[in-house]
């Protein structure tokens, strides 16, 4: 850590107030509208993760990424629908695809804890930092980098955020957001079987990317089952879809890399998954999901979906 700045200097940085602006317009009225794209009503759904989803449209690219999985997902619909994939999905099924990459990162908020604050405004603005990040980065150094003006007040705000330490590694602090998306859903009014999916987006990880629901693991990884408020069922294609097209539109639009990069990619990480090792069928099905995406390449033409209302600004 760098040495810390004069007490003179920490005691004036205290006092001030840090300040993370907008970086696109994205009202309430844009969420409803997302709902309503799904067909969700949107009094049904607590005020609270409207409010967290709102923010996060405005101050980071989340919402953005959701909506190009969504046009992603659209995308391989078709495809599956005129090849007959066996892969192919319901009407229901894709739409609780979209739901689930929709709320998958809403965790990116940060904690659960009654009110949306400054704490939730430092940890979306943890995440909004793209770029070149090693995972191995420690949480201190991360913010030491990104935010050299307060780093004071960061770390010492740090220290109160429950899960949070200075010498966690990058890696295990994105992993965290699997948990915050878990907590925010589980009472939102948003379908139980639609919260465990997007909370199971990061099952593919270490174990501190599988949620606790009531201290129990909502991924059996021994077995390959999704569990929770009475539910108890195998993983199938809609997990498979929400975390493949996750990860291939991280790799598309953050890593910039073009389909074939981002295909070889994945097919090497899944090669290599510990998970999947354990699951030789869960994992013949994730590759076959997969070479539905390589011929579908679903990011080639996108800019013609029908959420051209909701646009990054």
């Not at 997902?73 to 319901?90: F, Y």
């Not at 077995?223 to 929400?242: A, M, N």
């Amino acid at each position: 850590m760098n040495e810390l700045l004069p007490p003179e200097e920490q005691s004036r940085l205290q006092r001030e107030k840090m300040v993370f602006p907008p970086c696109h317009e994205f009202r309430t009225k844009d969420v409803e509208d997302v709902f309503l794209l799904l067909d969700v009503d949107p009094a049904s759904i607590e005020p609270q993760l409207i409010e967290i989803m709102q923010y996060l449209g405005s101050h980071s690219e989340t919402m953005n990424d959701e909506k190009r999985a969504r046009a992603i997902a659209g995308v391989i619909e078709l495809h599956c629908n005129r090849t007959d994939s066996s892969n192919r999905l319901s009407e229901e099924g894709w739409r609780h695809v979209n739901l689930a990459s929709t709320f998958s990162d809403v965790g990116k908020v940060g904690p659960e804890q009654g009110l949306v604050d400054i704490n939730n405004y430092l940890i979306t603005a943890l995440y909004a930092r793209r770029g070149d990040i090693s995972p191995f980065t420690t949480l201190s150094e991360f913010i030491e980098e990104s935010f050299p003006e307060h780093r004071v007040q960061v770390l010492q705000k740090i220290l109160y955020i429950p899960g949070l330490s200075f010498e966690m590694t990058m890696r295990s602090f994105w992993d965290m957001h699997a948990q915050w998306t878990l907590d925010h859903l589980k009472d939102s009014g948003v379908s139980k079987e639609i919260v465990l999916t997007a909370a199971a987006h990061h099952l593919l990880e270490g174990d501190g990317a599988n949620p606790l629901l009531d201290g129990v693991s909502i991924v059996d990884k021994a077995t390959g089952i999704l569990r929770g408020f009475g539910i108890e069922r195998s993983i199938d294609q809609r997990e498979i879809w929400v975390i493949l097209i996750d990860k291939y539109e991280a790799n598309r639009t953050r890593n910039k890399a073009s389909h074939e990069e981002s295909i070889i990619w994945l097919r090497e990480y899944l090669e290599k998954n510990q998970t999947l090792a354990a699951l030789p069928i869960l994992k013949k099905l994730f590759f076959s999901c997969l070479d539905d995406i390589d011929a579908a390449r679903p990011l080639d033409d996108f800019g013609s979906s029908k959420e051209e209302s909701l646009a990054a600004k």
